[in-house]
């Protein structure tokens, strides 16, 4: 009869050993559910940015060989010039979109919350080339699970025009 009882766990071995299991199976949920948060904001992170350095990629290489910048004043957000060819551009922001003249060149999952232009050196006797700092924040909004949240990024740039006088 004494082996009987030797064989088995007691009521409170069995307590502690289940609640010890449920408190890691616990704590590596909540850190996999964490990890998958962050790895959804860095893919949004980097879809931003990647979208974001296109546009910007996009307007300093027809700015660098443009000129004429903004002949008649230009509004906060928007710029106009006249390209090497001769094309008149337009860049402005327009219901979270870059527009170029009227085709839109963001990525459709990204809103362009804020785009800015500085102007300096654009006047005709101060002997300068024209150099324009393009300051733009992009954001991916979530649409997944709660918790996680809409990813900004910023980006800044300057460009000198190489021919001002087109």
Known sequence: MKNFFKKGFTTIELLVSMTLFVTIV?????????????QRQLVS?????D???LSIEQM???IR????????????GEIIF???????VTYRLESGRLIRNSRSITADNVS?????????GNQPDDSYPPRITIILRAAVPQ??????????????????????EI
């Not at 992170?45 to 940015?49: F, G, H, V």
């Open 26 to 38: 616990s704590i590596a949920t909540v850190s996999f559910i964490t990890a998958m948060k962050s």
């Open 45 to 49: 992170l980097m879809a931003a940015t």
């Open 51 to 53: 979208s974001a350095s």
């Open 60 to 62: 300093v290489k027809e």
């Open 65 to 76: 060989s443009g000129g004429n910048f903004c002949p008649n004043s230009c509004v906060s």
């Open 82 to 88: 006249t390209t090497w060819q001769g094309e008149i």
């Open 112 to 120: 362009i919350e804020r785009l800015n232009f500085i102007i300096s």
């Open 143 to 164: 649409t997944g699970p709660i918790g996680v949240r809409e990813v900004y990024t910023d980006l800044q740039t300057t460009v000198s025009a190489r021919n001002p």
